[in-house]
């Protein structure tokens, strides 16, 4: 994770580094990611990115904190304009996603082919649990649960898994077939349709 003295930066310093590292996860696989131009592009010493930074994973690590509160914010933003509907909320959040996440996906298509990241990534996760289960309260307190058999986080967490599943395959199919959008989005209330009712009929 990023040092202290990163985090006391003043905020517009701390996105321009943010922006710099983004760009260049990007534009380049994992292996060829280069910090040289990370730090030309963000206008700091190397020496300053060391105390900021351990290393690669580190600022990797940075941008995916600062997407985690951005997709906190926009799913609460969803949740408050859909009166805490969750299955509103999520339509919504697909369609923010798709307007606004283009970016993380050109990354995370970069992540995905690096070999090794496969088991960085995994202890990425590990280290991030609290903030990782922050992020599910945060999302879980907008969300009207009225209708809910089971109201507890743990059953929460798995339906917000299985929604998130389908979001970030529809992201995966919009980024190679945007000529698909409104299929897709079609798929997808339907994907949520069915977590809502199932697919059995009731027993009466």
Same mark, same amino acid.
């Given at each position: ?140 307190? #907008?969300? @009207?649960?009225?209708?809910? *058999? ?6 929460? %967490?798995? =339906?917000?898994?299985? /929604? ?13 077939? #945007?000529? @698909?959008?409104?299929?897709? *989005? ?6 949520? %349709?069915? =977590?809502?009712?199932? /697919? ?5």
């Amino acid at each position: 994770m990023p040092t202290k003295r990163f985090y006391n930066l003043p905020p517009g310093k701390k996105k321009t580094i943010r922006e710099a590292a983004m760009e260049e996860f990007i534009r380049v696989p994992f292996e060829k990611v280069s910090i040289n131009k990370m730090i030309q592009k963000a206008g700091i010493s190397r020496g300053s990115f060391y105390t900021y930074f351990q290393d690669k994973f580190d600022v990797l690590a940075c941008i995916f904190e600062d997407a985690a509160e951005k997709l906190l914010e926009s799913w609460r933003e969803c949740a408050e304009k859909n009166s805490g509907d969750l299955w509103k909320t999520a339509e919504a959040f697909l369609d923010y996603s798709i307007t606004n996440t283009k970016e993380h996906m050109l990354m995370l298509k970069n992540l995905s082919e690096s070999e090794k990241m496969f088991g960085e990534i995994h202890k990425m996760r590990q280290s991030c649990d609290s903030g990782l289960y922050t992020l599910l309260e945060g999302m879980y307190e #907008p969300v @009207d649960k009225g209708n809910f *058999k089971d109201q507890t986080m743990e059953t929460f %967490e798995n =339906l917000i898994s299985m /929604i998130f599943l389908e979001l970030l395959h529809c992201m995966g199919w919009h980024y190679h077939h #945007p000529e @698909d959008e409104e299929k897709i *989005k079609n798929v997808f209330r339907k994907k949520l %349709e069915i =977590l809502q009712y199932g /697919i059995c009929k009731c027993q009466l």
